[in-house]
Structure formats: structure tokens, C-alpha cells
């Protein structure tokens, strides 16, 4: 049990880093967009 709560919380982890990412992605292309207009 014990080792999978540690892979549960790797996963949600490395989601919600990849998420923070995204988000991260779409403000630069979003700034990128507004400068080029």
C-alpha cells in the first residue's frame, strides 16, 4: 500500500507539473501573439 501511495503522488505530482507548463506555454505564445498584432 505504502508504495502505492508514493507512485499516486509521483503521478499527481509530474501532472500538475506538466500542467503548470502548459499554462506556462499558452502565456508566452499568448504575449507572442499580442506583440505581433
Given amino acids: 500500500m505504502g ?3 508514493k ?3 509521483r503521478k ?3 501532472i500538475t507539473g506538466t ?3 502548459t ?3 499558452q502565456m508566452v505564445a499568448a504575449s507572442k501573439m ?3 498584432k
Avoid: G
Wanted: cysteine-free.
Fill in 23 to 25: 499554462q506556462a506555454m
Fill in 19 to 21: 500542467k503548470k507548463i
Fill in 12 to 14: 499527481i505530482k509530474s
Fill in 34 to 36: 499580442q506583440k505581433a
Fill in 3 to 5: 508504495a502505492n501511495l
Fill in 7 to 9: 507512485d499516486l503522488r
